[in-house]
């Protein structure tokens, strides 16, 4: 079977299945929860696109920074509750915050009802409490790409958070920088795997006898 990347390489970022025109790109999980891309022959027409947006496979060329050297900074947040409800001192939350002032869109990682975790892009301040802080597996952007480039492309002013490799997918399936997109990534140490996470849950909801809601 055809194959954009090793499976042992493929980070999951879900870039090869939006840029697909002809939605020949599905992803399929293993035995440990991960998803990975397999492409219907039948409807794949070798356009390459796939092969052109993935972080890993262009590495070298995504890695580049612009400034002659880093320029680094240390913030807090000077909201006390939002440090509190935060991670990392709520650099985040002071970001998104100045990009609602813009009346722009900001997108990012959130559990959904069953606690899995999508990436999700709003103009509500009100989803900030469900955008901030660290999801502790992978995050399925099955589409996202897409909307942040129609975002931008209307004219809209988007702040957008996501892992490195995700980051790096949306500036190669962009294919060109927009003064309207604020990108940020972190520092990561690898994602859990999603099926390890939902035995972690059922665990939890058997100790307590209660189902879980937070």
């Keep these: 079977m055809k ?11 879900n870039a090869c299945g939006d840029i697909c025109a002809h939605a020949a790109i599905s992803f399929k999980t293993d035995i440990e929860g991960f998803w990975y891309p397999e492409i219907d022959q039948a409807k794949c027409v070798d356009c390459g696109l796939c092969m052109k947006v993935c972080p890993v496979v262009n590495v070298e060329r995504l890695k580049h920074n612009d400034l002659q050297s880093p320029e680094c900074y240390a913030a ?5 509750e939002v440090r509190f409800d935060s991670t990392s001192g709520g650099i985040f939350s002071a970001l998104a915050e100045y990009m609602y002032r813009q009346k722009g869109y900001v997108g990012g990682a959130i559990y959904n009802d069953d606690f899995s975790v999508r990436q999700f892009i709003s103009p509500d301040k009100s989803d900030l409490s469900a955008l901030r802080s ?7 952007a099955e589409g ?5 480039r129609d975002l931008l492309n209307r004219g809209e002013k988007v ?3 996501g892992t490195p490799c995700q980051m790096a997918a949306l500036r190669a399936f962009l294919h060109k920088p927009y003064e309207n997109l604020i990108i940020i990534d972190f520092i990561c140490r690898g994602i859990n795997s999603p099926k390890a996470m939902q035995k972690f849950y059922e665990d939890l909801e058997k100790k307590a006898n209660s189902k879980l809601v937070y």
């Design 76 to 80: 807090i947040h000077k909201n006390l």
């Design 159 to 161: 702040l957008v958070c």
């Design 144 to 148: 996202f790409y897409i909307l942040v």
């Design 134 to 140: 660290s999801k502790y597996l992978q995050s399925n």
């Design 3 to 13: 194959q954009i990347i090793d499976k042992e390489s493929c980070c999951g970022c």
